[in-house]
């Protein structure tokens, strides 16, 4: 058996999976990602999950996905997305350490995402994919003849950092991302990153910005089911998601032309949030014939993409067949 981690900006899921990624068990926890924690923080409770478990099963490895630029090979965080104080830790080496020295795998969760689908899923067979993966950020794979591009400094599907939403008279002020994380509802500085208008963290700063509030009083499953009941503020707010994925759809279409683009991450397992896209997928490809051979859909194992492309990455890393 091998124990899986799905670390996300809100919760860590984990999940108990054999060799062929069938889910023996699975459940989550809330993420160490606030202000103040550090590596230490977020490996204690990686390793608390896997004490729970060494007992009742025999655990061979592990695999992660996380947000960040993953160096596969050494098992290093760069950047480290909504966990940035892992960035440059060697979180490979101090997990396996925490956890009896078991091997180790860790990979970006939107690769991984894209990793299960060519797996296993809705890309399998195709030489051309790409996956767009919602959460508390904008995560992104890309397929090209049939395996994983990773780009210079393993970059490629770091669809967050996207300048999708920038006009001209805001250039002169921008601010790194990277310095403003934890203030980022309270930034005066423009906001300019598709991450700031696509997420479900910036989903939920947006309805909090229109009534007063804070992002933390409102979850996504909460505003949608506000949206469905007529609130207008949440209303607005989805429609705007939608339009910014959809062109972010339409853009990535004409970048690399895949045989598919699919859309993962908890959200798309809503089918309120699939028909709201593409509405606005289907208005946008009326701006060319060239769209019409755009295929979009969801992943085949919605919000268990990353589970299973971790592990996939496993096998991989470790030659396991």
Not at 161 to 187: A, G, K
Not at 204 to 227: P, S
Request: net charge negative.
């Amino acid at each position: 058996m091998f124990l899986v981690y799905d670390a996300g900006g809100t919760f860590i899921k984990y999940a108990i999976m054999d060799i062929d990624a069938n889910i023996i068990e699975k459940a989550k926890v809330e993420a160490p990602s606030k202000q103040g924690n550090k590596p230490e923080d977020f490996v204690r409770v990686c390793g608390e999950i896997y004490d729970r478990y060494k007992d009742k099963y025999e655990i061979e490895g592990i695999a992660m996905d996380l947000p960040g630029r993953i160096d596969v090979d050494n098992g290093i965080v760069y950047g480290g997305g909504g966990f940035p104080y892992l960035d440059k830790y060697p979180l490979g080496d101090m997990l396996s350490k925490r956890c009896d020295d078991l091997p180790v795998a860790l990979e970006n969760d939107g690769k991984s995402a894209a990793l299960a689908e060519s797996w296993k899923g809705n890309a399998v067979g195709m030489k051309h994919a790409a996956v767009i993966v919602i959460g508390t950020g904008i995560g992104g794979g890309i397929i090209i003849d049939g395996k994983i591009h990773r780009g210079l400094d393993m970059m490629a599907g770091e669809f967050s950092f996207d300048l999708e939403c920038i006009s001209r008279d805001m250039v002169d002020n921008i601010i790194p991302l990277e310095e403003y994380w934890y203030l980022i509802d309270e930034l005066k500085a423009p906001r300019c990153l598709l991450t700031m208008y696509s997420s479900i963290l910036a989903l939920r700063r947006i309805v909090g910005e229109k009534k007063n509030l804070t992002r933390d009083d409102f979850t996504g499953e909460q505003i949608m089911k506000l949206a469905a009941e007529g609130d207008t503020d949440c209303i607005e707010a989805l429609e705007d998601l939608y339009f910014y994925i959809a062109k972010k759809i339409c853009n990535l279409y004409m970048t690399i032309a895949p045989e598919i683009i699919l859309m993962g991450g908890g959200i798309s397992a809503n089918q309120v949030f699939m028909d709201g896209v593409m509405k606005y997928v289907n208005k946008l490809r009326r701006a060319s014939h060239i769209y019409d051979a755009l295929k979009v859909d969801v992943c085949k194992f919605r919000n268990d993409s990353n589970l299973i492309g971790a592990l996939y990455n496993y096998k991989q890393k470790f030659g396991i067949d």
